[in-house]
């Protein structure tokens, strides 16, 4: 889809995925605790959606707490977890009153039942909305996900539902948390590290990076029109000459 934007017009990719990274530097620039950069970037992930579908971009995944963020400090693991559940409890209301269809990624059963029992609720009732699908990643890891895609299908092939020969990668994708959503076609990090930290491992796989030094906290719709240009300058060949 092509948008004309302040005058440009632009290719709108359909699948943007963002590593939200820079809340805790984005704090300590201030001399605030790591907590205040996160719930900062709560607030930039609100808008940034609402930007996104906006610009007609009809998917958004975001990376909120990744299977390795366990390792932080159980202060600062707490304080994301209560951010999370006040949000997954705000969404229901802005998502039904924008039109926007939530899904969660990840292995949700490592989470607490409450927000577990929130997550089911806001998906059960944004399922038929459908201006843009918002995909938020909580103890997600892109090999963790792979590691579930294949206990469900050796469980499928060891009961005899499925032939192991008749494996092919569109039955993988199906059985990713990321079932019936297209590959992302950009994907942005910000706070200027150029790693994908186990997001995505088996969608990003023909998606272009745009890396900005840009902390979560302060990206904007202009950095998100500014990585959609840089988009539309790349050549997307596909491995084809
Ligand atoms: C990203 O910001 C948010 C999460 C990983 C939950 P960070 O908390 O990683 O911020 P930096 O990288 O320490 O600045
Ligand atoms: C990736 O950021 C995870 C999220 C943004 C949720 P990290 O800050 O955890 O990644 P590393 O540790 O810099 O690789
Ligand atoms: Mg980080």
New binding site residues.
């Given amino acids: 889809m092509t948008k004309v934007i302040n005058g440009e017009e632009l290719n709108i990719p359909t699948h943007v995925a963002i590593?939200?990274?820079?809340?805790?530097?984005?704090?300590?620039k201030r001399h605030l605790p790591?907590g205040m950069?996160?719930r900062e970037?709560g607030k930039t992930m609100e808008q940034i959606l609402e930007d996104a579908k906006d610009l007609g971009i009809r998917y958004l995944t975001v990376?909120?707490?990744?299977t390795e963020?366990w390792k932080?400090s159980v202060e600062?693991v707490t304080g994301?977890m209560n951010l999370l559940r006040k949000y997954l409890k705000d969404c229901v209301e802005r998502s039904l009153k924008n039109n926007m269809r939530v899904r969660v990624i990840g292995d949700t059963s490592a989470l607490a039942e409450d927000i577990q029992e929130s997550i089911r609720h806001l998906e059960e009732v944004t399922k038929d909305c459908d201006s843009i699908d918002f995909l938020i990643a909580i103890n997600y890891g892109g090999r963790d996900e792979i590691r579930r895609a294949v206990k469900k299908l050796t469980a499928q092939a060891a009961a005899g539902t499925i032939d192991p020969d008749s494996i092919d990668e569109q039955m993988i994708s199906d059985s990713l948390d990321t079932a019936g959503i297209p590959d992302p076609d950009l994907l942005i990090r910000t706070?200027g590290?150029e790693r994908l930290s186990n997001f995505l491992t088996w969608q990003l796989a023909y998606t272009e990076f745009y890396f900005t030094d840009c902390?979560?906290p302060d990206f904007d719709r202009d950095e998100l029109v500014t990585a959609i240009r840089y988009y539309n300058k790349r050549d997307r060949r596909f491995g084809g000459a």
């Fill in positions: 590593i939200m990274d820079g809340n805790g530097r984005w704090a300590k790591r950069g996160h970037g990376y909120a707490f990744s963020n932080r600062e994301i706070s590290e902390l979560w």
